[in-house]
């Protein structure tokens, strides 16, 4: 009988270890985790080392670090109805894992959507000379139009800056068109 209830314990001993093992996660300096306790949200976790239950616990790890979106070639049309390819890039981190993992289920999906309309609206208000002369006046607006929505999503914007402006083939054909009857008339 001992020899029974010693293997019982050496196996419940070896089981503890093995569940208190599988629910220790280590997290760096720039990663949290969102720990759900039975599908509810219980805290953030991080950095060092954490414990969450298998089976009872979730966790979600998301990375606080600066990261950049980049938008190639995006179509705008300016106030004149040129036609205009923008490369955009907007820097942003995570300031709030909690509310970024609840509130956003593709939190860069959501910045690319937010930034890509703010792009849109903020040249369709300008001509183009405006565009290419005022890019600094434009890049605060853009970061000041993005940061209020994304806030909501626990995202914290760094920047947002056109890159560069490409009108196209059309809008490039009409400036040249212009510019030699500008010269047809001095």
Known sequence: MELFELLSLLA????????????LRIYKEHERGVRFRLGRLNKVLGPGL???????????????RSQVLELQAMKAM???NATVFLDVAARYNIFA????VTKAKDPRASLKSVVESAVRNSVGE????????????????LREAV??????????IEGV???????????MRLIDKSARAERKRR
């Open 12 to 23: 419940l001993a070896v089981i503890a270890a093995a569940v208190i093992i599988s629910g």
């Open 50 to 64: 954490a414990f969450a239950f298998p089976y009872i616990d979730s966790t979600i790890t998301v990375d606080t």
């Open 78 to 80: 300016t106030k004149e």
């Open 97 to 100: 894992p909690a509310i970024t």
């Open 126 to 141: 300008l001509q183009l000379s405006q565009l290419i002369n005022k890019r600094e006046f434009i890049n605060a607006r």
């Open 147 to 156: 940061s209020s929505q994304a806030e909501e999503w626990g995202l914290g």
């Open 161 to 171: 800056e056109i890159l560069d402006i490409t009108p196209s083939e059309r809008t």
